[in-house]
């Protein structure tokens, strides 16, 4: 919730954000559901440890993607 918070509170008062900025909103606002799901599957599967760090990094990378073609979407 913190990324769609903060993209909220930029919408309220839009400025120019950097792309670094907007990473940021993106890697907070779907990222974290990602790595939920697919850390508990690794847990069940009793191999989170040996992916861990993997599925941290995919699941960012996973959801900035996601997020970008989501505001895509939007536009048209």
Known sequence: CR???????????PVALSSRQVLEIFRSKTAPA??????VGAALA??????EDALHQYSE???????IRDDLDDLG
């Open 3 to 13: 990324g769609q918070g903060a993209e909220l509170l930029w919408n309220n008062h």
């Open 34 to 39: 990602f790595e939920v799901a697919l850390k």
């Open 46 to 51: 009793g191999s989170l440890s040996e992916v």
């Open 61 to 67: 990378n996973l959801g900035i993607a996601y997020q």
